[in-house]
């Protein structure tokens, strides 16, 4: 075996690096699992040219994409629910008699580790196939000590299968479980005492979520996990004004917390305390979508007050059955009104920060991990324009190509 050359090089690329698209054909060259340099093709010499191994001539180059809001690990599905909502019930009403979340938890329990690594493996592939490179992945279906920590451990299980990042979230506080049925404060001290400890020890969720919500946990209960949480030094989100303003998003502002999502009913003064705490507002434009909701997050405002939308899939078998980050980017402009190069930002450099990795992904530059895509597009527009399966051409994670193969046939 010939030794292999140590750069590889991606030339005459369009690059959108996170924040913005370059003006002239770029030079990406890489050596390991960085980028070495990323600078116009122009500049490059010949020599330079020579000393790398040519990967691809040609094509779009944004970061690789990161999905920053999931459940993807779950059993089972839930389309009869579908079918009610289209006859006129209501998630809130589906959750009331029993059906919704404690629906997938009755799956899941009763699901194996390795079944749910089974059920969980083709939605992540769909979104590999799709230019994810990160994902965040939610436990909250298990609902008890045993049954969270199978999620989580399945969620790690995957990362370490396949050439995807995957951060876990504990989002105990996601429903109460039958068992706890009319004692709610009596879940949130299982929660605070024994599962988040517990997950902890562990070592498996990188940040804790709540459910605020008047059918899910109110502010007050989930303050209660945001102390715990912090005690045990793991950051902190929050599912909050989604069917409702219950002001979680402020009370999540004072844990420093990485982002507040859904936000269809946020106010005034949560936009400022998002503003003023930093934290990025992740918008989940598929769930708006599936329970057919007509109160908008309030985007102008967020953009006004200079806070980073991120855009998810929140991938679901409820709220958001729709495991494709790119729909995502068409449905946060076409439903929100976010333009496009704030979509393609808000599954980068912004969905990166909501993970609490701003500065280690989602963006390209020199020395920046070798996430990215390479796509059979002219513009990173299209990827918001189009809902088109199929044009990703390569995908590149820590430098090495996990999907497609190096197009050296055009001659530099
Ligand atoms: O993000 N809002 C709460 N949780 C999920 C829905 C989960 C489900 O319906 O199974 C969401 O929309
Ligand atoms: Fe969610």
Known sequence: MGASPTRQLWDRVTVFDGSRTWPQPMAVIVSDERIERLIPASELSADQRAGCELMASGGVITPGLIDCHTHLVFA??????????????????????????????????????????????????????????????????????????????????????????????????????????????????????????AVAEAGLADAVDVFCEHIAFSPAQCERVFQAATRLGLPVKIHAEQLSNQHGTALAARFSALSADHLEWLD?????????????????????????????????????????????????????????????????????????????????????????????????????????????????VELAYAVQPGRLQQRVFAGEITHGAPDSGVTP
């Open 76 to 197: 089972g599905h839930r389309a009869a629910e579908f079918e009610q909502r289209l006859e006129g019930a209501s998630y809130a009403d589906i959750a009331a008699a029993g059906g919704g979340i404690l629906s997938t938890v009755r799956a899941v329990r009763a699901a194996s580790e390795d079944e749910l690594l089974d059920q969980t493996r083709p939605r992540l592939q769909a979104l590999m196939a799709d230019g994810v490179t990160t994902v965040e992945i939610k436990s909250g279906y298990g609902l008890s000590l045993e049954d969270e920590l199978k999620m989580l451990r399945a969620a790690c299980r995957l990362g370490r299968e396949l050439p995807v990042r995957v951060l876990t979230t504990f989002l105990g506080a996601h429903a109460l479980p039958p068992e706890f049925s009319g004692r709610p404060d009596a879940y949130i001290d299982e929660i605070c005492e024994r599962m988040l400890p």
């Open 268 to 380: 005034e003064a949560g936009v400022a305390a998002m503003a003023e705490s930093g934290m990025v507002a992740t918008l989940l434009p598929g769930a708006f979508l599936t329970l057919k909701e007509t109160r908008l997050p309030p985007i102008p405002a967020l953009r006004e007050a200079g806070v980073p939308m991120a855009v998810a899939t929140d991938g679901n078998p409820g709220s958001s059955p729709m495991f494709q980050l790119t729909l995502m980017l068409n449905l946060a402009c076409t439903l929100f009104g976010v333009t496009p190069t704030e979509a393609v930002q808000g599954v980068t450099r912004h969905a990166a920060r909501a993970l609490g990795l701003q500065g280690q992904l989602g963006e390209l530059a020199a020395g920046k991990m070798a996430d990215f895509c390479l796509w059979r597009i002219d513009d990173p």
